[in-house]
């Protein structure tokens, strides 16, 4: 399993941990910053999900005009990721 960590941009939480594992599965998300209950929200219902798949699902996503949001933050690490 392959540790990631990842410093989002345009957004209150400042850091977002995770794991892939070999089958391409995320595990153990986790956002330093931001607003807890969603954010540990977003970290439940991702785990042992496909990495594309949730990227593809939350890449997009807006947070009051932003451009991005926490769960558009986590789709792109996760992008990063998967080149990895």
């Known amino acids: 399993m392959a540790s990631f960590s ?18 391409g599965r995320v595990h153990n998300v986790q956002f330093i910053g931001g607003c807890p209950g969603n954010l540990t929200a977003i ?20 947070c009051a005009g932003k451009g991005t949001s926490c769960a558009d933050q986590l789709a792109r690490a996760l992008e990063e990721a998967i080149k990895k």
């Open 6 to 23: 990842f410093r989002p941009q345009g957004v209150c939480s400042q850091e977002i941990l995770f794991d892939v594992d070999a089958q």
């Open 43 to 62: 970290g439940k219902l991702v785990e042992g999900a496909d990495a594309r798949q949730i990227a593809t699902l939350l890449k997009g996503n807006d």
